[in-house]
């Protein structure tokens, strides 16, 4: 009786939408994780379709990130590095190998926006196998009633067609949320976390509330290390120029509201900032560099930066661009804090306000430094020689299409990640290493704010940076525990501070294609994700050039790569490097004996050599 119901209930909910489509995949998001996903499903043979709500794909590298966050480069591989070797690619076709785009581009890792949205589209294209459907303007909202379940699956989902107003209707075997704010989990009902955890919760740095000198403390008054509902900031990443030719001016905004941004004035003229050699300027210090600027003079307090790096931080890319993010050492910058906190759990029609808000916030920022005459004028020339570059986003006027939303919901998966996944468990060691690895990694852990500017405070409240070590994520950060067909490589399970170092798009590029094999694994098998062999899905991955583990002197190119990652993931790696073609030292040979049962003959044999005796059935 019960199928009855369900059944005469998908068939209204059919015949009141334009279609019904039924694929292997429904991924919806077209950010990196849901086209990795996606290339790596079809990879497999699988039938795939993005559901993607704008009329663009590729997410935040195609709406201004271009400088790549990633600590340790070729830690994270498999598609990413490939998505990185085609910027590279681009640039050596279009201008040159010698050319200057080609040494901005610093290897691929940094780009212009329309340059990786190139790169998305070239990566689909070449995907052989399978079939990758894209369908733009598709609209997802957060609401149980737009999920259809059957026990614990979900088997089908509604759609809104931004385009004719209708709704659509997907089936799928197995769903991925790539959603940077985990919409489809939390509509199937997956229990999620917003906020900080306090410092006790997990035995964390950095947990709760904190106020801490930038950029690695001390934590300073106002600390308390208590958790709250607080959500970090959001901005835009603008794509900023000083090259005349593609430079356009920043206008007005309709609704500009110069008391929001007066507290600048003052910044400018003491040279206030975040960076801790502000902490020695005395009241007689402040004063002087306040004299200094009224005379036409640049500040010279200690820390200070000058012009539109006072607002936004700046990372070269190719053909006169920047990557233009919120400048960590101001007190006020693009970031727009406390405002955002509703975003994750809200619907879209208070997400767009929130946008629009956000954009007339950034570019009334930008235009208060460039004209108002209560800021030294030497600093607005300093401000005004720059723009958005006119060649990016030329159906937005310049701007980016997208908010760079760093934390949504964290759903809750079967591994819960927190800093101590990602901190060395001994000083100069490892962090835990992960048996059951999809992606190494590499960021430190990283908040931006979660309250805008408060009196006699040193920063603003939840800044943080603090340092890693390259670190293996495990499967289980985006498998639900209930849920037996649904995936999530972006909004993965992990406290604020440990989710702070997952939420990088190298990361997340990784956990897609590890969700798009492991949705085909499951397909060939169960249907359930959390039944699939973890080995198995790491042969793939391998055999497609991701990294599990990563070491300081072996690349993925070495014929041994892959089983040494196997190894190492069993602990027969422990250190940074595997000095393959080095002898085999008693230590070691002690080691490898007790892990593998087998006894070692290590006499004048190199660690190459004894490995391919011993564990040629892994190779």
């Excluded at 040159?96 to 780009?111: I, K, R």
């Excluded at 004063?287 to 600027?293: F, G, H, S």
């Excluded at 080691?591 to 006499?603: A, Q, T």
Aim: aromatic share 10%.
């Amino acid at each position: 009786m019960k199928k009855i119901v369900i059944l005469l209930l998908l068939l209204s909910v059919i015949s009141h939408s334009s279609y019904a489509s039924d694929y292997d995949l429904v991924i919806v998001g077209g950010n990196p994780a849901g086209i990795t996903a996606a290339i790596a499903a079809a990879r497999e043979g699988k039938n795939c379709v993005i559901l993607e709500r704008t009329e663009h794909i590729g997410g935040l590298p195609v709406n201004g990130l271009g400088a790549t966050d990633i600590g340790t480069r070729g830690a994270t591989t498999g598609l990413f590095e490939q998505f990185v070797a085609l910027n590279k690619a681009y640039y050596i076709e279009k201008y040159g190998a010698q050319s200057v785009q080609v040494q901005d581009c610093s290897d691929g890792y940094h780009f212009e926006p329309h340059v990786a949205a190139k790169t998305f589209e070239r990566m689909l294209r070449q995907t052989k196998s399978g079939k990758i459907t894209i369908l733009k303007l598709r609209q997802f909202d957060s609401e149980p009633r737009y999920v259809t379940k059957q026990g614990n699956r979900i088997h089908s989902i509604r759609i809104l067609n931004r385009e004719t107003g209708e709704e659509e209707f997907y089936t799928g075997k197995i769903f991925i949320d790539a959603t940077y704010e985990g919409d489809l989990g939390a509509a199937a009902g997956i229990p999620f976390k917003l906020g900080r955890e306090g410092a006790e919760e997990y035995s964390e740095p950095c947990a709760g509330k904190i106020y801490r000198w930038w950029k690695h403390g001390p934590d300073a008054e106002g600390t308390t290390y208590q958790g709250d509902n607080a959500i970090q900031a959001y901005n835009y990443r603008l794509c900023l120029t000083n090259e005349a030719n593609i430079r356009k001016l920043i206008s007005k905004p309709d609704n500009y509201n110069r008391l929001e941004y007066i507290s600048l004035i003052d910044d400018v003229f003491t040279g206030r900032n975040t960076d801790i050699r502000f902490k020695e300027m005395d009241e007689a210090k402040i004063e002087e560099n306040r004299k200094k600027v009224s005379r036409g003079e640049r500040s010279s307090a200690l820390g200070d930066i000058w012009g539109i790096a006072k607002l936004s931080s700046m990372t070269k890319l190719p053909n006169g661009k920047t990557d233009a993010n919120n400048q960590h050492l101001a007190l006020i910058s693009t970031d727009l804090p406390e405002e955002n906190w509703p975003w994750p759990t809200s619907g879209w029609e208070w997400r767009d306000r929130f946008a629009e808000r956000l954009k007339s916030y950034t570019l009334g920022l930008l235009w208060f430094a460039q004209n108002d005459d209560a800021l030294p004028a030497h600093f607005r020339e300093a401000c005004k020689q720059w723009g958005l570059a006119k060649d990016e986003y030329p159906d937005n006027d310049g701007f980016p299409r997208q908010v760079y939303v760093r934390e949504g919901r964290r759903l809750e998966g079967i591994h819960f990640f927190t800093a101590n996944d990602a901190l060395p468990s001994a000083k100069g060691g490892r962090p835990p290493i992960h048996l059951s690895s999809i992606t190494a990694s590499h960021y430190a852990l990283d908040s931006h704010a979660v309250r805008k500017r408060e009196p006699e405070r040193i920063h603003l409240d939840g800044f943080f940076s603090y340092p890693s070590a390259v670190y293996t994520v495990p499967y289980g950060v985006m498998v639900p525990q209930t849920i037996d067909n649904l995936l999530f490589p972006v909004a993965v399970s992990g406290s604020h501070v440990g989710f702070s170092t997952l939420r990088m798009e190298p990361c997340w590029m990784a956990l897609g294609e590890a969700a798009g094999i492991a949705a085909s694994i499951a397909i060939d098998n169960s249907g359930n994700v959390r039944n699939i062999s973890p080995f198995s899905l790491q042969e793939k991955l391998l055999s497609n050039g991701a990294t599990l583990i990563y070491f300081k002197d072996l690349k993925n190119t070495d014929p041994d790569f892959s089983l040494v990652q196997k190894l190492a993931l069993k602990g027969f790696f422990p250190n940074w490097d595997a000095r393959l073609d080095k002898p085999l030292d008693n230590i070691t040979a002690a080691l490898w004996k007790k892990l593998s049962g087998k006894e070692i003959d290590n006499i004048g044999k190199t660690r190459r050599e004894v490995i391919h005796t011993l564990f040629k059935n892994l190779r």
